[in-house]
T-cell receptor
């Protein structure tokens, strides 16, 4: 079983819609959860992090964490063409910052 | 957040040669990491670069192939040794940014012929 699994893409959404990205993880002891955005040919950019159960909102992005279900999600509201990218879920399963990454979900926002 | 630079940004190398990639952080960080991202794939951690001691390698990566230096809290190098076409990849370094966050450098795109 992979440590971090993301819903397979690609995900295509119309402009203005909500894009919903899902991620599950295997290590129940995981404490920190991150979403990175990666544009084609660029390096990953941290867009959200969440440590506690519940929702965390930052602008058009909302991260949701449910540790009991070992599930973390990212919602992108009012999706824009500039949101078209690959979104990587990362989980810190061990002390010392070491991250495990999911395979990523590619999102395309249609104008 | 830390600002991270890498050199070179890209290189084309011949089989059997070695390439050293440099990573510079604009502030002191305790933790630095090296990742590999093969085409169309996600990130795979190669090693944790420890200041003042040997790097800690992940399963499948060895020091002879990927020697790492970490002379101070702002700088690290990764060498890809005795390269083969299978080493063609993007190599990324990252530094911790507080709260267990990591920030990435722009990456080094390596092509081995």
């Amino acid at each position: 079983q992979k440590e971090v699994e993301q819903n397979s893409g690609p995900l295509s959404v119309p402009e203005g819609a909500i894009a919903s990205l899902n991620c599950t993880y295997s290590d129940r002891g995981s404490q920190s959860f991150f979403w990175y955005r990666q544009y084609s040919g660029k390096s990953p950019e941290l867009i959200m992090f969440i440590y506690s159960n519940g929702d965390k909102e930052d602008g058009r992005f909302t991260a949701q964490l449910n540790k009991a279900s070992q599930y973390v999600s990212l919602l992108i509201r009012d999706s824009q063409p500039s949101d078209s990218a690959t979104y990587l879920c990362a989980v810190n399963s061990q002390p010392g910052y070491k991250l495990s990454f999911g395979a990523g979900t590619t999102v395309t926002v249609r104008a | 957040s830390a600002v991270i630079s890498q050199k070179p940004s890209r290189d084309i190398c011949q089989r059997g040669t070695s390439l050293t990639i440099q990573c510079q952080v604009d502030s002191q960080v305790t933790m630095m990491f090296w990742y590999r991202q093969q085409p169309g794939q996600s990130l795979t951690l190669i090693a944790t670069a420890n200041q003042g001691s040997e790097a800690t390698y992940e399963s499948g990566f060895v020091i002879d192939k990927f020697p790492i230096s970490r002379p101070n809290l702002t700088f690290s190098t990764l060498t890809v040794s005795n390269m083969s076409p299978e080493d063609s990849s993007i190599y990324l370094c990252s530094g911790e940014g507080g709260g267990e966050t990591q920030y990435f450098g722009p990456g080094t795109r390596l092509t081995v012929l």
